[in-house]
């Protein structure tokens, strides 16, 4: 079992940063792969970002490329999302999530790849 709990959010002018920090907890953080996931009001949750095990690999959303920085600390077991240039689109809950995976470099970027769930933390974006 993994226990995944994300703080960072808040309300932030359009333009504006936030730096999302997600803490892991249970089992040897370098055996999962992890990803930023969010859902807005109404509609389905969607793929943000992913880092591998290592570290060493990245993938993100169209959305968000350019705009948002996903890393790693696994000294530290915790999970960032880095987002710069913030848009009222960007507005959603953000979720943090693990993918216990074998390879150190591949990341699935699919929402049932994912093993355990953090509870969200609450991104608002004005305008």
């Known amino acids: 079992q993994v226990q995944l709990v994300e703080s960072g959010g808040g309300l932030v002018q359009a333009g504006g940063s936030l730096r999302l920090s997600c803490a892991a907890s249970?089992?040897?953080?370098?055996?999962?792969?992890m990803g930023w996931f969010r859902q807005a009001p109404g509609k389905e949750r969607e793929f943000v970002a992913a880092?591998?095990?290592?570290?060493?690999?990245?993938e993100y959303a169209d959305s968000v490329k350019g705009r948002f920085t996903v890393s790693r600390d696994n000294a530290k077991n915790t999970v960032y999302l880095q987002m710069n240039s913030l848009k009222s689109e960007d507005t959603a809950v953000y979720y943090c999530?693990?993918?216990?995976?074998?390879?150190?470099?591949?990341?699935?970027?699919?929402?049932?790849?994912?093993?355990?769930w953090g509870r969200g933390t609450q991104v608002t974006v004005s305008s």
């Open positions: 999530a693990a993918d216990l995976i074998h390879s150190k470099e591949v990341i699935f970027t699919g929402s049932g790849s994912y093993d355990y």
């Open positions: 249970g089992r040897t953080f370098t055996n999962y792969a």
């Open positions: 880092i591998s095990r290592s570290g060493g690999s990245t």
